[in-house]
């Protein structure tokens, strides 16, 4: 034994005689090591999330932001991740799959639970990575029922009734991009739809370039709603019951989730699919846009891998439901109870219809941005070509590494 190992086993000898506990073995010391959670959902979710959580007696800290992305890329970059991140899509962890940060689910859930296209694959990826926590419909429409507004008719609407926010705690493209990747879809069907969000298909396209201008016409109908929607919280104003309700508008082209921000006047909302009310249509109903919040384990404790199991099993996923209000993508969770929901739990569940994840969702985060970026120039400016913002979306993803995995399955008929 040389000197200098002798001086180290002396030093540590000493440092466990003054702790008076020496090194413990998993679950010996005074404080139990938590699972570390950072998820999308805040305020009223939050809340009913860590009920979920604390049904399943395991230690945890739950950090909840609508600024998921970034605060995942610090603490990764920090080298200090979570053990469980939750993002809204799966573009970003296809590009942390890319550099070996996650770990497999195999094991963990019922794959036969998860049909199409709630488990979608990336090319070079062999492993299963991710699984959704949390489903939403999109592609459809929400109008009041209560005597202040009647059904919408099938044709398209014009600017002043619709309710349009841009405003967000994070990122606040998306509710402009969601407008755009529903025109794709509804004009153009899923193939093409799947082949842009992938990245096959070009952003000058003319499919692309006719649905942008599609929802710039609407716009232009009047430049100051237009801009005015800029400033606009799409949840509406602090303590409201969402645009719908106090808005001035009738209409609003929004998820699933839209429910949560009317608040107590969530039962007079009615919806219908959008396809009908979209610029430059009526169009038949093709395919629906759905999100799905992803979890993906970057920790390797198996305490954090039992979370996991828990969330994504029949159980915990209808606990999630009952407790949050939420729709689940596992197909064994049984339908909510009351009108809307069934309807909306219907459109997940119709095999006639194929679903579609949300485009920018599945794209990679700079081509996103890029998307996020256009979107808002076009609200800004809708009178302005569009040919020119599609030109530097299309210079961003031409600059994507060709390393990077590509998704595949986007859309898909539900099992």
């Not at 573009?91 to 794959?111: I, K, M, T």
């Not at 609407?218 to 709603?225: G, T």
Request: net charge negative; hydrophobic share 40%; aromatic share 8%.
């Amino acid at each position: 034994m040389t000197r200098r190992t002798r001086a180290l086993l002396f030093v540590l000898a000493v440092l466990l005689t003054a702790s008076g506990c020496g090194l413990s073995a998993p679950g010996g010391s005074d404080e139990e090591p938590k699972v570390t959670i950072l998820g999308p959902w805040t305020d009223d979710q939050e809340r009913h999330f860590k009920e979920v959580l604390d049904g399943f007696g395991i230690p945890y800290t739950y950090q909840g932001t609508a600024a998921t992305r970034e605060v995942l890329l610090a603490e990764v970059q920090a080298g200090n991740p979570p053990d469980i991140a939750i993002l809204p899509g799966v573009g970003e962890l296809v590009e942390y799959a890319a550099e070996d940060r996650l770990l497999p689910l195999s094991g963990l859930y019922d794959p036969t639970e998860y049909g199409s296209p709630w488990r979608p694959r990336a090319q070079g990826v062999d492993d299963d990575l991710w699984v959704p926590l949390k489903a939403d419909l999109k592609s459809i429409v929400w109008y009041r029922e209560d005597g202040e507004g009647a059904a919408p008719g099938r044709s398209p609407a014009p600017l002043k009734s619709w309710c349009i926010g841009m405003g967000d705690d994070g990122s606040s493209g998306w509710p402009g991009s969601d407008w755009i990747e529903d025109l794709i879809l509804q004009r153009a069907g899923p193939v093409l739809y799947a082949s842009w969000a992938t990245g096959d298909l070009k952003w000058t396209d003319d499919h692309v370039a006719g649905a942008w201008t599609a929802w710039a016409g609407l716009l232009a109908q009047d430049r100051d709603a237009a801009r005015s929607a800029l400033l606009d919280d799409h949840r509406g104003p602090v303590g409201g019951h969402g645009l719908l309700f106090g808005g001035g508008c009738d209409l609003e082209h929004q998820g699933s989730f839209a429910r949560a921000f009317y608040g107590d006047r969530e039962e007079p909302a009615g919806f219908v699919d959008s396809a009908s009310l979209l610029p430059g249509g009526p169009y038949t109903v093709k395919a629906h846009e759905v999100s799905a919040d992803f979890a993906a384990l970057f920790g390797r404790s198996g305490r954090a891998r039992d979370m996991i199991r828990r969330l994504a099993s029949r159980d915990g996923q209808e606990d999630w439901g009952r407790k949050g209000g939420v729709f689940s993508p596992n197909a064994a969770v049984p339908a909510k109870e009351g009108a809307v929901e069934k309807r909306i739990s219907g459109r997940f569940t119709d095999q006639r219809v194929p679903l579609c994840l949300d485009a920018s969702d599945v794209m990679p985060a700079a081509v996103r941005d890029a998307f996020y970026e256009a979107v808002l120039l076009t609200v800004a400016h809708p009178e302005q070509p569009v040919r020119e913002r599609l030109e530097g979306i299309q210079k961003v993803q031409d600059a994507q590494s060709s390393d990077t995995p590509r998704l595949t399955g986007v859309c898909g008929r539900p099992q």
